[in-house]
């Protein structure tokens, strides 16, 4: 659950490449950018902006969690990634077990090395 959330990009055209593709898997529109050259996607009430750091230095990394509907579309949204740009990261696409139970997880880095992952909570 989140208001919004805001990553640094090294390449804002590279990235948008890349997150207009896996969104569009969710059936996001591509991104506009906007005066200052930002991106911004929304989806179920959540915005998630991509923008150069306004520091100047080269943008960092986290790990941010985007729900999935299914296990199928968390395959096509990391295929997507690996097909525009992005790295496969931890174990391949699958189901896992955590503290809040099954859980199908596709990690990726995006062009930048931000981390990310694809999550659908498995029926029990």
Known sequence: MFSHIMIGSNDITRSKKF???????????????????????????????????????????????????????AKAWHDAGVANGGTSIEDPPGIRQGAAGQMYLAYLRDPDGNKIVGLHRVSA
């Not at 991509?50 to 969690?65: E, L, R, S």
């Open 19 to 73: 997150y207009d593709a896996i969104f569009g898997v969710l059936g996001v529109s591509p991104a506009t950018p906007d005066a200052r050259g930002r991106i911004a996607y929304a989806h179920n009430g959540g915005r998630f902006i991509v923008t150069k750091p306004i520091d100047g230095k080269p943008a960092n990394a986290a790990t941010i969690g985007f729900l999935m509907t299914s296990t199928e579309q």
